[in-house]
């Protein structure tokens, strides 16, 4: 596979910085150790590097003649608040955090990409190496905008890309349109009346009320969205009780929502909130939805997503691109940087996801063997898009 061929020169060294990473998992916003191995590495390799946006982002900066174009590669640095089940010497040394998301290959790789860069200075213009904290629900990219990120460091178009398990190494995939799903959040809270496990007819059972309001939610999804409109409502949790023969007063139900249409949401929510205080009515009691919007759909802009399935195409070969994949139900925040600059993400191969070893599960590990892929694709987005002028 036609890699860029000065990438091996420090493979090694790549995998270190790798496994380092993922033995010093980092949650959103703390990202302090992280942030400071990228910013000494961005230094060393030459580049001028901002701190201190969303309080741990880095951004290294190259630039090269006097071209104004300028594209940003991001990656992401937060780990996931769980706890690692891998026995590899380079599993997590923090209790209850682990990166299980692959971040710790998705800097690395970008590490790669400005080492690379700033070596060969084949390019005219200025790339932005955006790191950012918190993609796991704490919105990091949504804060480095906010912040001014593309103030400070305007950009043409900006690009990423997340690792992806059961695609094969050297294989990528990606789609114009939604990549995806916007990632909502709720609370349900119903008020009853409780009492005597023995004597439920002297009040009203929130637990009986609950029950039916999880299911009568599934025939959102079933009835009122078009089928062929993805959308999911899952539950995350039911609280409520503390003994086997009291009734509780009170019932929180909270899960997620997903979606990829704006009007879908919309209806989602509208629905939501309806048939849970209908339904509690229903039987006597009354209930809230209490309806939270969180990351946007990932929308790729239809030229940058050619563009970065052309430039996958080069270093992958043609038939290991998925030029149309399907779009998948899980959020990213990327989404906000997506709604200010054009812009696309790509699913790059993590090979086969058996054994459990699927995103987000206590055994997952970013695969090394994919750091020269994806190195040579950041790199080349570069070279490609600051292509110099005849
Ligand atoms: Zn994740
Ligand atoms: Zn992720």
């Not at 094969?168 to 995806?180: D, E, F, Q, T």
């Not at 009780?241 to 009170?250: E, H, L, Q, R, T």
């Amino acid at each position: 596979m036609p890699i860029i061929s000065d990438v091996r020169e420090y493979l090694d060294e790549l995998t270190e910085i790798r496994r380092d990473i993922h033995a010093h998992p980092e949650i959103g916003f703390t990202e302090e150790r992280t942030g400071d191995l990228v910013a000494q590495k961005l230094k060393e390799y030459g580049c001028e590097v901002h701190r201190g946006l969303a309080k741990t982002g880095v951004v290294g900066t190259l630039r090269k003649g006097n071209s104004l174009r300028a594209i940003g590669l991001r990656a992401d640095m937060d780990c996931l608040p769980m706890q690692e089940h891998n026995e590899f010497a380079h599993r997590s040394t923090q209790d209850g955090l682990m990166h299980a998301c692959g971040h710790d290959g998705h800097t690395t790789m970008l590490l790669g990409a400005a080492r690379y860069l700033s070596q060969t200075r084949n390019f005219e213009g200025t790339v932005h190496f955006i790191f950012q904290p918190g993609e796991e629900g704490y919105g990091g990219g949504r804060v480095m905008v906010q912040e001014g990120l593309f103030e400070k460091f305007p950009c043409d178009a900006v690009f990423a890309m997340h690792n992806k398990p059961g695609i094969p190494i050297g294989s990528m995939a990606i789609r114009p349109g939604p990549m995806l799903a916007a990632s909502d959040r709720f609370d349900i809270r119903i008020k009853a009346k409780g009492g005597h496990a023995a004597h439920p007819h002297l009040g009203t059972d929130p637990f009986v009320i609950g029950a039916q309001i999880v299911m009568a939610l599934q025939t959102i999804t079933a009835r009122n969205i078009d089928p062929v409109d993805s959308t999911v409502i899952s539950i995350g949790f039911m609280k409520g009780g503390s003994a086997y023969n009291v009734i509780p007063d009170d019932l929180h139900i909270g899960g997620t929502v997903r979606s990829f249409r704006p009007e879908t949401r919309d209806l989602l929510e509208q629905r939501m909130t309806e048939i849970t205080a209908g339904t509690a009515a229903l039987f006597g009691a009354s209930a809230t939805c209490d309806y939270r919007r969180g990351y946007p759909p990932t929308i790729n802009h239809a030229d940058e997503a050619t563009f970065a399935a052309d430039v996958a195409a080069e270093i992958c070969g043609e038939e290991q691109i998925d030029r149309n994949v399907a779009p998948s139900l899980g959020g990213e925040d990327f989404s906000y940087m997506l709604q200010r600059v054009p812009g696309a993400m790509m699913w790059i191969g993590n090979g086969p996801g058996e054994g459990g070893c699927l995103l987000h599960n206590s055994r997952y590990d970013f695969n090394d063997s994919a750091l020269p892929v994806g190195v040579s694709f950041f790199a080349r987005l570069a070279e490609r898009f600051l292509a110099p002028q005849e």
